[in-house]
């Protein structure tokens, strides 16, 4: 599965969901669910309407409050980011609300995952956290490094903040050498090159793949004072 890279307001996700963009995808969203049920049998059930109460909440009280919805619809969150992450991959947020792609390159999943043994043993405690995030998922309000549902078969909507960004680009610039295997400067260099090499046979993903697309995502991210959202 391909993680598509996306530039966001500097607060992240919360920033992309303006009451036009929810208006959008709430409709999109009930129409996906109910194109092919028979008339009259096209309520939601249970859990894809308590979907749509969330987006509802958001719509009357903000985006923000999605960092702290009512305990009635925290169990919908994670429902919600794996259904945008669908309505924002497929482009069905229509041209006037355009998500703008940071970077052409675009990882798979397994990519990702496998540049976490280099990024673990090269990089500071921050952005082995953030990059959680990437691999994994993530919820406005959680804390980093803390996931939402980590080490899910599917892997949520994650994003950085602009500030967040930042601290990934330099820390990459000043562990990680560049391409085309973006290998450790110093210290654990050879250990972190065979680990590299087992965990990659093992997930068959290539870190430097996952590491160029980010590069590059967090130089435009940097220059243009915007977050990054990853969707797949």
């Given at each position: 599965m391909d993680v598509c890279i996306f530039l966001t307001p500097p607060e992240g996700l919360t920033g992309l969901l303006t009451p036009e963009r929810l208006t959008v995808f709430?409709?999109?969203?009930?129409h996906e669910w109910t194109q092919d049920a028979p008339p009259g049998e096209q309520e939601l059930e249970e859990d894809l309407q308590a979907t749509v109460t969330l987006v509802d909440h958001l719509l009357q009280q903000?985006?923000?409050?999605?960092?702290r919805p009512p305990e009635r619809l925290?169990?919908?969150?994670?429902?919600?980011?794996?259904e945008l992450s669908?309505?924002?991959?497929r482009g069905e947020?229509?041209?006037?609300?355009?998500?703008?792609?940071?970077?052409?390159?675009?990882?798979?999943?397994?990519?990702?995952?496998?540049?976490?043994a280099v990024i673990?043993?090269?990089c500071p405690e921050r952005t082995r956290q953030l990059w959680r995030h990437l691999a994994w998922g993530r919820a406005p309000g959680m804390e980093v490094g803390q996931g939402i549902g980590l080490k899910r078969q599917v892997p949520s909507l994650g994003y950085w903040t602009a500030t967040e960004a930042k601290q990934v680009r330099e820390d990459?610039?000043?562990?990680?050498?560049?391409p085309p295997d973006y290998?450790?400067?110093?210290?654990?260099?050879?250990?972190?090159?065979?680990?590299q090499r087992g965990l990659s046979l093992a997930s068959r993903g290539d870190p430097a793949v996952a590491l160029d697309a980010v590069t590059h995502a967090v130089d435009r991210a940097a220059r243009e004072g915007s977050g990054l959202l990853f969707a797949r």
């Open positions: 709430r409709a999109w969203f009930i903000g985006a923000s409050t999605l960092a925290q169990g919908s969150v994670v429902d919600l980011l794996d669908d309505f924002f991959t947020h229509g041209e006037d609300h355009a998500l703008v792609l940071a970077t052409d390159r675009k990882p798979e999943d397994r990519d990702v995952q496998a540049a976490e673990g043993s090269a990459l610039r000043e562990h990680l050498g560049g290998k450790p400067v110093r210290g654990m260099a050879r250990f972190t090159s065979m680990l």
